[in-house]
């Protein structure tokens, strides 16, 4: 397992612009593909966006897509979310996760940060 420190969160106004990032510790973080899931309150956790260990794949959710981008440092262990054109819909906390294959499905992350909060005001 790793461990996982998200930050970057805040208060937005609709349409604005926040970055994330997720800080890992461990040396063989190129070998996690690395997640970012959200949870609205009353609402279950969903997938937003995953990486491949090295980068190459990258899958977004429907709702983010062409909004948000998915990137990672290696060199710097980190992961980030990009989050453009922000909406009302986007509030949520945000959670970065590992896992040992690039996937969508939740059960497959292992490692999980304790979360960022999102809030975009309309």
């Known amino acids: 397992q790793v461990q996982l420190v998200e930050s970057g969160g805040g208060l937005v106004q609709a349409g604005g612009s926040l970055r994330l990032s997720c800080a890992a510790s461990?040396?063989?973080?190129?070998?996690?593909?690395m997640g970012w899931f959200r949870q609205a309150p009353g609402k279950e956790r969903e997938f937003v966006a995953a990486?491949?260990?090295?980068?190459?794949?990258?899958y977004y959710a429907d709702s983010v897509k062409g909004r948000f981008t998915i990137s990672r440092d290696n060199a710097k262990i980190t992961v980030y979310l990009q989050m453009n054109s922000l909406k009302p819909d986007d509030t949520a906390v945000y959670y970065c996760?590992?896992?040992?294959?690039?996937?969508?499905?939740?059960?497959?992350?292992?490692?999980w940060g304790q979360g960022t909060q999102v809030t975009v005001s309309s």
């Open positions: 996760a590992a896992s040992r294959v690039v996937t969508m499905q939740l059960r497959e992350y292992d490692s």
């Open positions: 990486i491949s260990g090295r980068g190459v794949f990258k």
């Open positions: 461990g040396r063989t973080f190129s070998n996690y593909a």
